[in-house]
């Protein structure tokens, strides 16, 4: 037996023989010697972990920040200028903002760890087998299963490995977590084709699944990393971490900021030397320029930012965990979302009867027994409807599952026991006031038929207060009209003609092919005697059935998911439906919730297989619906959307999501439902498992970069004023010495820019947001617009602080004139700060309390600059003095014009635009 052999077989397609025979097992199962020699040779039951990165190196990481790095080299030059002051400052700040990612990151790798916790612990199986009457059930640790064991599954079980069927007693298996699937799927042992997809091979039970119903006997094939989930962990391995557009933008500003101040300060060093200044004077000054042209408080700010937009997305149910995906879903183009628990409730739910040729619909969705009956939209009272009464009676009393509430945490919440198929059939009967437990008494239950898939129907037997036998049915349209000879209707009870049963047949395939699961419901009395000959004759299609209707049930979409599709398609975002589950299910909740358009196309995995990459790149962009998809298939639509230039967000909750979410740009996971390998791999959670919470994360996601644009705007305008300053007190106040020292620099830069800079983090969202085209993927940070705009508000800063420099010192002292430069300049940023609420419009058209905390900052700013004037303590470590009240007025009435320059500008801006769209 080679080992790399198994995983590439095609074990549905072998019978049980054949994979024995490959396998070198018998049907009792292996000697406990032969497992352990298979467990050296396979290794355990368990998938393998990822590298990953250890805490130093997610420390280190963070050190790549551009902004950082140019930190750490202006902190360098300021210790070998002894300025150590500076130095201990710009540590502070690169320590702060170095923690701050490494405490958001380090969490980011646990993918691997969480899949093994879909394990079974344990798992039943023959061991040490002299005959197979002989036979010895053993539980034993999932780790030590291999290949050619004999698995004993009962409902409950979590399947340990992917395993050939070869023995089924009435076994379903839920499959939802690997193929999104929202039944659970019958299974049986009968050998299958080649050619067919993991959710179509019904003779494997896959690892990770789990028993609803039933029990089964199943030869291990494929254990570990060469299960289905272990290539699903395969492809989280594989899946390359992608940079966020913030990430992007940041390093390409970095650098745009690393060769300003380095071209500044060489320019400033060398125009300096050549007027014949000293070296080491020159030395200083060319470092103050560098640290004029760094805006230190950037990084800081910008993780703030970021902070205060994770935490409004957790107030909107959005738990952002790697902190710079904020960013990226405001710039998402495409999302990717699965159908099962995502656009659906994941609960079966009746949604239509068919009686007295009577459509009849049913609203509400899930377990929770809240909804009505109505016809063409008109309420009514179904118990009216005799036979619709009768059929609902039926279904209630042909089933075995059970609807219970629950208080948990305060709430009441209903709970099906049992399939969730039967009980959507049971939710249905309680909206029409119809209880189990109340006509289970009425009509007890003396005898069944359980439903398998060899006969696809169900039959119970009840004694009715007649002395007669009540038989209840429900099946597969077609078996149940097959044996039936009646038909109740309006008209009363009726032979059931050939030709009226193709139509009732027609009418049920219509209800299938609009997407729904399709029941028939049937009836008899019998005479007690007459019990055992009925069940014979049923089997021979000799039993005089009447029929009663039809049911049709839904995994229905949620209720919120179609306003929020409409909201997706005006900001500019498409929606695609990538699902495990059938082409014409899929069909039918895409237009539903008003996916599918005339233009729009459907294509299901196995047309996937035919095409070629470059074929799927072709057909990727017109194709709203994925049906009957693979992990694999998600993992490359995704990866082909990303090729074509999207911006993907991969949303889901099952363990076959993981590695297209790992993938996607901005992996969404549902906080509810969702696995841990999911809620691991994704860098949102929406904790209401809500579609709409996707739009509401959007929508953050968009205010905080147009708050970080504001953020930029306000920050750069000081640092383009101070190399302003720099450079025309070099050039024209020759006879003058510095203007501002290194350390007033970084006061300017980080106490008073800090202290505002969070505040505009604060800004509400502006009201047209969601009607906006997202955010391209190449735009840049500083547009041709914002650059004219923050060099025009620089040149009037620069000019007022000169103007007042030189004002104080021909009247007074340096450190007098260098206070009022340095008081003037930090007024200049309070009052620029009320300028950077919006770019567009008048500060005073903007509502003075639609953001308090800017008020706070501006206070905030002005206590400090006076605190600082009058402490010892600043004034020695400062080197400034304290000013009268004149120089305070001289100063507020020169940095005000800020505001007067930049409403003017506003106002032209706005008329040239107004004509333009004219």
């Avoid at 050190?63 to 300025?83: C, D, E, H, Q, Y």
């Avoid at 969480?114 to 199986?125: Q, R, T, Y």
């Avoid at 340095?822 to 007024?827: S, Y």
Wanted: hydrophobic share 45%; net charge neutral.
């Amino acid at each position: 037996m080679i080992k790399d052999n198994l995983q590439d077989q095609l074990w549905h397609a072998l019978d049980e023989k054949k994979v024995l025979e490959f396998l070198k097992t018998e049907i009792t199962g292996l000697t406990t010697e032969e497992a352990r020699k298979r467990l050296d040779e396979y290794g355990p039951n368990e998938l393998e972990s990822g590298k990953k990165k250890s805490k130093l190196i997610l420390l280190m990481d963070q050190f790549r920040n551009p902004i950082i790095l140019i930190l750490i080299g202006a902190a360098l030059i300021s210790l070998i200028a002894n300025k150590l002051i500076s130095t201990y400052v710009i540590l502070i700040v690169i320590i702060f903002n170095t923690f701050i990612g490494f405490f958001q990151e380090y969490k980011a790798e646990k993918s691997l760890e969480a899949l093994k916790s879909m394990a079974s612990p344990e798992a039943e199986v023959l061991r040490d087998c002299i005959d197979f009457g002989g036979c010895t059930e053993k539980r034993i640790k999932t780790r030590e299963i291999v290949p050619g064991d004999i698995l004993l599954l009962d409902a409950g079980d979590i399947i340990p490995a992917d395993a050939r069927l070869y023995e089924t007693v009435n076994l379903e298996i839920d499959e939802s977590i690997l193929t999104g699937e929202s039944m659970p799927v019958i299974k049986n042992n009968t050998t299958l084709n080649k050619e067919l997809t993991v959710a179509e091979r019904r003779n494997i039970a896959f690892s990770g699944t789990v028993v609803t119903k039933g029990r089964g006997k199943a030869i291990v094939v494929n254990t570990g990393m060469n299960t289905e989930m272990g290539k699903i962990a395969q492809l989280l391995k594989e899946a390359e971490e992608t940079k966020t557009p913030l990430q992007k933008r940041i390093s390409k500003f970095g650098i745009f900021l690393a060769l300003l101040a380095l071209i500044v300060s060489i320019i400033v060093f060398i125009y300096g030397i050549v007027r014949g200044f000293e070296f080491y004077e020159m030395f200083l000054f060319a470092l103050s320029t560098m640290v004029s042209a760094i805006p230190e408080g950037l990084p800081a700010a910008i993780s703030i930012a970021l902070a205060i937009g994770v935490n409004k997305m957790v107030k909107r149910n959005a738990i952002v965990k790697k902190i710079q995906a904020i960013d990226t879903i405001g710039a998402i183009t495409v999302i990717c979302t699965d159908k099962t628990g995502t656009l659906t409730t994941n609960q079966i739910t009746t949604r239509e009867i068919l009686v007295e040729n009577k459509h009849i619909n049913i609203t509400g969705v899930g377990f929770t027994p809240d909804g009505n009956f109505e016809i063409n939209g008109e309420e009514i009272n179904i118990n009216e409807i005799d036979t619709a009464k009768l059929l609902l009676e039926i279904i209630t009393l042909c089933n075995d599952a059970r609807l219970r509430q629950h208080e948990i945490n305060g709430e009441f919440k209903w709970e099906i026991y049992g399939d969730p198929t039967e009980g959507s059939l049971i939710v249905a009967s309680y909206k029409a006031g119809i209880h189990k437990d109340v006509i289970e008494k009425n009509y007890p239950r003396i005898d069944e038929i359980p439903f398998t898939s060899e006969q696809k129907y169900m039959a119970t037997f009840h004694r009715n207060t007649n002395n007669k036998i009540k038989v209840c049915v429900k099946g597969a349209p077609e078996i149940i009209l097959n044996r039936s000879h009646h038909i109740m209707s309006e008209n009363g009870i009726n032979p059931l003609t050939p030709e009226l049963k193709k139509d009732l047949l027609e009418k049920s395939n219509s209800i299938a092919n609009r997407g729904l699961r399709v029941l028939a419901v049937a009836y008899q009395e019998i005479d007690p005697s007459n019990l055992e000959s009925w069940k014979e004759n049923i089997i021979k299609e000799k039993s005089e059935l009447m029929i009663i209707g039809f049911i049709g049930m839904l995994d229905p979409p949620r209720s919120e998911v179609k306003k929020a599709i409409e909201v997706c398609k005006k900001a500019g975002i498409k929606v695609k439906m990538i699902t495990g589950d059938h082409r014409l299910t899929a069909q039918a909740i895409a237009r539903e919730i008003g996916l599918l358009d005339k233009k729009a196309n459907i294509i299901s995995g196995f047309e996937l297989d035919q095409l070629t990459e470059t074929g799927l790149d072709e057909i990727i962009e017109d194709t709203v619906v994925f049906a009957r998809v693979s992990p694999l298939h998600k993992f490359q639509i995704v990866r082909s959307l990303i090729k074509k230039g999207h911006i993907v967000a991969m949303t889901g909750d099952g363990v076959n999501d993981a590695p297209a979410l790992k993938e996607a740009n901005a992996g969404i996971a549902m906080g509810i439902t969702g696995t841990d390998v999911t809620k691991e791999t994704a860098d949102i959670i929406l904790t209401d498992d809500n579609f709409a919470s996707i739009v509401n994360a959007v929508e953050e996601g968009r205010v905080v970069f147009n708050n970080m644009k504001k953020i930029i705007k306000f920050l750069l305008t000081t640092n383009i004023s101070e190399i302003l300053i720099v450079l025309v007190s070099l050039i024209f106040l020759i006879n003058h010495p510095l203007i501002f020292t290194s350390i007033l620099i970084l006061w300017i830069n980080l106490v008073t820019d800090g202290s505002l800079t969070i505040t505009l983090a604060k800004e509400p969202k502006e009201e047209d947001i969601m009607n906006r085209p997202p955010i391209p993927i190449d735009e840049k940070i500083l547009n041709r617009n914002l650059i004219l705009n923050i060099i025009f508000i620089a040149a009037v800063m620069a000019l007022g602080t000169i103007a007042l420099f030189i004002y104080g010192y021909a009247n007074q002292s340096l450190i007098r004139a260098q206070t009022m430069a340095f008081i003037t300049l930090a007024m200049f940023q309070t009052f620029n700060a009320l300028n950077c609420r919006s770019n567009t419009s008048s500060l005073f058209r903007l509502k003075i309390f639609s953001n308090k905390s800017i008020l706070y900052g501006v206070g905030i700013s002005i206590f400090l600059l006076i605190l600082a004037t009058l402490l010892p303590f600043f004034q020695l470590t400062l080197g400034i003095s304290a000013l009268s009240i004149i120089d305070w007025i001289l100063v507020i009435i020169v940095s005000s014009t800020v505001l007067l320059a930049d409403e003017i500008r506003k106002i032209i801006r706005n008329q040239i635009k107004k004509k333009s769209m004219a």
